[in-house]
């Protein structure tokens, strides 16, 4: 994948820094009436993966439609930036979909940057924040973290979900991670807990069901370079018909 020059990424970043530093009321997000620009969210069924293919789909997206403001792939990255931004641990961030919430809030107060300990909520927000501004900067591809519902009243977004077997999700988890077959049973199984209780928590009239997506890929049938060629097409057409 070629470099991207550091001043056409700083271009980008721009507008996403300005509306991290807007102003919002509690409880209050009102950006819906920001232009429609393209942007995509990737969900995963636990042990599914998404970040090569967010970077794959990134490269074929940049090759086919070069622009002064490139395509970028938000994952790890995207938890830096919220920790960078509001000065809180990153592992404080990472924490929201991987801590058993009963005991959550003594870990907030072990991780928190300075005196205070930000609130499981606060965290949440500053997520928010920052998913819905890289969506309002658009042509950013955000893995995880709850995207389809933070930025589902959005327009422009693809929102993609990818799913497999259970057996098929255990092997590729032990394959990434380099551990045995079992353990990698036992994390997977882990992995499902957390983000069960994260979307619960924040969404519990949501469902993570077929219509809240655009389009769901099977990645025990398909390559990545089909499920890439299933995405492009909808990024393609800036209007989408709604039912």
Sequence with gaps: MA???????????RPILAALKTPVRRGVLDDTAAPSVPFITISREAGAGAKQIAQRL????????PAPVPWTSWDRELIEKVATDHNISHEVVE????????????ILSGL??????PSDETIFRNVSTTVRALARAGRVVI????????????????????V?????????????????????????RRLE?????????????RSLSSDAFDLT?????????????????????PTRKTV
């Design 143 to 162: 893995v995880g973290l709850g995207g389809v519902f933070i930025t589902g009243d959005l327009a422009g977004g693809v929102h993609v979900r990818r």
């Design 58 to 65: 990134v490269q074929r997206l940049n090759e086919i439609d």
């Design 112 to 117: 928190a940057v300075g005196s205070k300990s």
């Design 3 to 13: 470099a991207i020059d550091p001043n056409t990424l700083q271009r980008q970043i």
């Design 217 to 237: 890929l099977n990645v025990g049938r398909l390559t990545e370079a089909q499920m890439i060629e299933c995405i492009v097409p909808l990024i393609r057409q």
């Design 193 to 205: 807990r957390n983000r069960q209780a994260f979307f619960t928590s924040y969404w519990p009239q």
């Design 164 to 188: 497999a077997s259970a057996d098929k999700r255990i092997d590729a988890l032990a394959r990434r991670r380099g551990i045995p077959r079992t353990q990698a049973e036992t994390e997977m």
């Design 95 to 106: 924490s929201l979909m991987e801590r058993d919430r009963s005991w959550l809030s003594d």
